[in-house]
């Protein structure tokens, strides 16, 4: 049976670290929210995480659905998948390395996230420009600067080299590494720009992604949607500055 993606429809968002390890591995699945028909869209996920009879209801969006299983978080939902999909490492140890990069990633993504909310998500991101300004302007300085830093830092400390992460072959985080920078790049185009020479193996591995057979299929696909500013990684011109 396909694997069920529930995520929000029209955005890339959290979901497309799932879709990206669905789509390398070639394996069929369903985006449940982007479909119509019974069972499917928006409605059929909403009524899942309210469904009073499912006895493991999840919190939030994204979330996968295997046969009678449903997993949450992007992080929990990869180390789900990795051996099942052949994107992680035979050694079983590697694994608890990978979940915690992964896990450094969701770390990442949520302050990504407060850059354009940083007071509430129930806010516009117009009522809380002043304080999306000055947070920005912390998170392009400080800690785009600590987290790529780190990531360069393990790649090339990697033992088996720094063609990847961790260990000698493609495992779901360098996927979701190649997706860090991709809509880094899209929402601060400008501070992007002035650190790139910092991090070259990490631009490697996102250059090396970014060709891999399934991948550049699916990016030239109608499943990639651009980025736009209801995801995560928005570009909005005034937060954009050199660091
Ligand atoms: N830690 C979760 C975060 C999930 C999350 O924040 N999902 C967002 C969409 S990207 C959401 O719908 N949140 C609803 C809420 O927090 O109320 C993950 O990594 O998957």
Redesign the pocket.
């Known amino acids: 049976m396909a694997y069920e993606l529930y995520y ?1 429809d029209g955005i890339q ?2 979901g497309e670290f799932v879709r990206l390890a669905l789509e390398e591995a070639g394996v069929d699945y369903v985006d449940v929210a982007r479909q119509s028909g019974r069972g499917m869209g928006t409605g059929a996920m909403l009524e899942l995480m309210k469904s009073k009879s499912e006895p493991h209801i999840p ?4 979330f996968l659905r295997d046969g009678d299983l449903i997993v ?4 929990n939902i990869l180390f789900y998948l990795g051996p099942k999909l052949g994107l992680v490492p035979d050694n079983e140890t590697l694994r608890y390395i990978v979940n915690g990069l992964q896990l450094t990633i ?1 770390d990442l ?2 302050e990504v996230h407060d850059t354009h909310h940083p007071i509430a ?1 129930s806010l516009y991101y117009e009522d809380q420009k002043d304080a999306a300004k000055a947070r920005t302007k912390a998170f392009i300085g400080e800690r785009i600067p600590k987290f790529l830093g780190y990531f360069e830092q393990v790649l090339q400390q990697n033992p088996g080299g720094s063609r990847y992460i961790v260990g000698d072959a493609l495992s779901y985080v360098d996927l979701s590494l190649f997706q860090v920078i991709e809509g880094l790049r899209y929402a601060f185009p400008k501070a992007m720009k002035a650190q790139d020479g910092d991090y070259p193996g990490l631009i490697a591995l996102h250059d090396a992604v970014a060709v891999r057979p399934k991948i550049a299929a699916y990016l030239g696909s109608k499943r990639r949607l651009a980025f736009n500013e209801d995801g ?1 990684f928005r570009h909005y011109p005034e937060l954009d500055t050199t660091p």
């Open positions: 929000w968002g959290r919190f939030a969006p994204p949450s978080h992007v992080a969701t993504v949520a998500t995560i």
